[in-house]
T-cell receptor, first 112, second 112 residues
Framework: NAGVTQTPKFQVLKTGQSMTLQCAQD?????MYWYRQDPGMGLRLIYY???????DKGEVPNGYNVSRLNKREFSLRLESAAPSQTSVYFC???????????FGPGTRLLVL | AQTVTQSQPEMSVQEAETVTLSCTYD???????LFWYKQPPSRQMILVIR??????QNATENRFSVNFQKAAKSFSLKISDSQLGDAAMYFC?????????FGTGTSLTVIP
């Protein structure tokens, strides 16, 4: 039981490049979330998926897209990376929305 | 808008002593959930404790307990018998609906 896994762990991009951050959970959770963490700002919700087949915007969705590929996987895509997207990205999952969230180890992204 | 405030950027405690981390939040909701997460240097977010707003009894998990004051919108975390492994960043979080809001964190140092 690996919990929530994220790939890659670290990535460097040039401005304008695209990439997809992958997240998978093996806990049969229904809800999944993407956050970014910036120094001094705590975590901010980018997008979430309350259940398979649905996605919704969070607090800071601009510049991102998501795909809930199936119940296990929830990916985050940066179509045209910008330096302002330099951050640590966390994926999380929960059985249902009222339950506690379980976080992955994070992906550190640097956009030059 | 919902906000979560952690007014103590840094705290320190002697090993085996007790420390209290503060958190206040702003909301117009009556049904919500509150959480404390721990983030060690590995960056992974670990759930410490959670509190349902409708419950009057304060949550407790081993050495961790909360003081939930609903009218004052206060949700502090008490760590008893502090251990070196408790050193980490602690985040207070608020959840209502499918939205999650985090505070900016308190860095806890445990002094041997």
């Amino acid at each position: 039981n690996a919990g929530v896994t994220q790939t890659p762990k670290f990535q460097v991009l040039k401005t304008g490049q695209s990439m997809t951050l992958q997240c998978a959970q093996d806990m049969n959770h229904n809800s999944m979330y993407w956050y970014r963490q910036d120094p001094g700002m705590g975590l901010r919700l980018i997008y979430y998926s309350a259940s398979e087949g649905t996605t919704d915007k969070g607090e800071v969705p601009n510049g991102y897209n998501v795909s809930r590929l199936n119940k296990r996987e929830f990916s985050l895509r940066l179509e045209s990376a910008a330096p302002s997207q330099t951050s640590v990205y966390f994926c999380a999952s929960a059985l249902i929305w009222i339950e506690s969230q379980y976080f992955g180890p994070g992906t550190r992204l640097l956009v030059l | 808008a919902q906000t979560v405030t952690q007014s103590q950027p840094e705290m320190s405690v002697q090993e085996a002593e007790t420390v209290t981390l503060s958190c206040t939040y702003d909301t117009s909701e009556s049904d919500y959930y509150l959480f404390w997460y721990k983030q060690p240097p590995s960056r992974q977010m670990i759930l410490v404790i959670r509190q349902e707003a409708y419950k009057q009894q304060n949550a407790t998990e081993n050495r961790f307990s909360v003081n939930f004051q609903k009218a004052a919108k206060s949700f502090s975390l008490k760590i008893s018998d502090s251990q070196l492994g408790d050193a980490a960043m602690y985040f207070c979080a608020y959840k209502a609906g499918n939205q999650f809001y985090f505070g900016t964190g308190t860095s806890l140092t445990v002094i041997p």
